[in-house]
């Protein structure tokens, strides 16, 4: 049901916190794919030998190399790779099929980078996949790939575009800049329309590069198109990056509103604890390398996310009720790293081993062990052990007036997966908490955090 906006925002929420099947979905997806693929891929931050690193914000930010250090001729070269674009190893059925076994929910696929480059046939722009001697409609193979493995797919699109002659930063400020600001308007219509039109099955659009000027004081005209893409595919979920209010606020609106179904605030970063979150319902979106979305050629020297590292953020997600959506960049001709894989792999077994404690849990209102990171899903509290204490046992502080209480305990990663629990009380009478100790298996699985599944009863 629509809220009414705060007295003085007109162009606040369009609708309040969602709950139907769609926005339920969203909270289990648990974890999610994201895909950087485009033209950028080709090039993996280099070109003709020279690395791009520390001159552009980013991988797939190459074309912006700073002009001071960029190829002779730059950003012509860029702009004509779509010439030899040819995926030859790009299978989507491939990638579908191991984004389930990763364990993956939902996949949010570059349709439209800042590049302004379309991986589908778009009937609105000449810069597309049809212009390239790849011969087929890569979104197009993407949603139906991901769909068929049941994989919900939402699709990344940039308003910004750094080279469409309409296109311009700032607000428009003579008649000329409006007319051309009107017709890039139109055609950013025009394109999202189309997607829904020719893809129904998307989950969601997840939009990036609304921050300029020019977007946010498109206030009226983004609060417009947003229900009519809502009305072309009923149940669409749109993040809070799509547009500003008219005083200028983007993501949470000037009287306090998310401006969208869910926060898309959180990128390579996670809340610092669930109060900030005020509710929201989020996902965090991370690179394996610190930054670069696109692929990189040569890693050197930069930290890579560890599997372990990927699981800790994934179940701190959880913890908080958000997703961990992991950005992988496949390269021009549509190959993963070796390290991506490892990334994949390791999520797939940890999500199929721990399935519980990822996609049916949430936040548990108990504080946190020093340990580990607690989900739970109303009868059960799940510890992700990330180390282990020098008591050998997890310490649950529980209050003393709870109607549930731990009883029974178990860790299906050891070889005795029966762990006792004791009840201890402390006998502070002030102190509203009191404790239950889990001893941990003598025989811990090494190298990686192991799940505690505690059982809880009604007290007596
Ligand atoms: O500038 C982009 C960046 O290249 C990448 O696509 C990320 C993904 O969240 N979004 C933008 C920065 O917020």
């Known amino acids: ?66 002009p001071r250090t960029a190829p002779e001729g730059w950003p012509r070269q860029y702009d004509a790779l779509h010439r030899s674009f040819d995926p030859s190893d790009f299978d989507a059925r491939r990638w579908a099929r191991e984004a389930r076994q990763m364990g993956a929910r939902y996949v949010i696929f ?34 139906e790939a991901y769909a068929a493995e049941g994989i919900d797919v939402f699709l990344y699109y940039s308003v910004l575009e750094w080279n469409h002659p309409d296109y311009m930063a700032h607000a428009p400020r003579t008649a000329q800049e409006r ?17 829904l039109e020719l893809y129904p099955q998307v989950k969601g659009l997840w939009f990036d590069g609304t921050w300029d000027a020019s977007w946010v004081s498109s206030y009226e005209f ?13 149940g669409l979920i749109i993040g809070s990056r799509f547009r500003a209010d008219e005083h200028g606020s983007r993501h949470v609106d000037s009287s306090g509103a998310l401006l ?18 005020d509710g929201q319902d989020w996902d965090c979106v991370m ?10 050629r040569d890693t050197t020297g930069l930290h890579l996310k560890s599997p372990q590292e990927m699981i800790e953020l994934l179940m701190r997600c959880r913890s908080m009720n958000g997703n961990l ?46 340990a580990g990171i607690l989900t739970g899903d109303g009868q059960r509290v799940f510890v992700t052990v990330l180390a282990v204490p020098v008591s050998g046992a997890i310490r649950l502080a529980v209050p003393k007036d ?13 070889s005795s997966p029966e762990l006792a629990v004791h009840h201890r009380d402390v006998g502070l009478d002030r102190d509203p908490m009191t404790y239950y100790d889990v001893d941990l298996p003598a025989q811990i699985p090494p190298g990686r955090p192991f799940v505690v599944t505690v059982e809880l009863g009604e007290v007596g």
């Open 287 to 296: 690179t394996i390398a610190p930054n670069g979305w696109g692929h990189i």
């Open 402 to 414: 709870s109607a549930r209480v731990p009883v029974t305990a178990r860790c299906e990663a050891a």
């Open 110 to 143: 570059t349709t439209k980078h800042h590049d302004g480059f379309a991986m589908w046939p778009s009937a609105h722009s000449e810069y597309t996949i049809a212009a390239t001697p790849y011969e087929g409609d890569i979104v197009g193979e993407i949603v």
């Open 1 to 66: 049901p629509a809220t009414a906006p705060a007295d003085d925002v007109r162009f606040g929420p369009l609708v309040g916190r969602r709950d139907d099947e769609a926005m339920r979905a969203f909270r289990s997806y648990g974890l999610g794919q994201f895909i950087h693929w485009g033209l950028y891929s080709m090039l993996g931050n280099e070109f003709e030998g020279r690395s791009a690193r520390g001159h552009a914000a980013a991988s797939e930010w190459i074309r912006q190399w700073n």
């Open 222 to 234: 983004a609060y417009a198109l947003e229900q009519e893409l809502r009305a072309a595919v009923p």
């Open 325 to 370: 959506v992991v950005n992988i960049g496949p390269d021009g001709e549509g190959r993963l790293s070796c390290h991506e894989h490892e990334i994949m792999t390791a999520l797939g077994e940890w999500t199929e081993q721990n399935a519980a404690a990822v996609y049916g849990a949430g936040h548990v209102e108990l504080p946190e062990p020093r």
């Open 260 to 277: 969208g179904d869910y926060q898309q605030g959180w990128e390579r970063k996670l809340p610092q604890d669930i109060t900030v979150l």
């Open 179 to 195: 007319e051309r600001w009107e017709r890039f308007l139109e055609y950013t219509r025009a394109q999202l329309l189309e997607l």
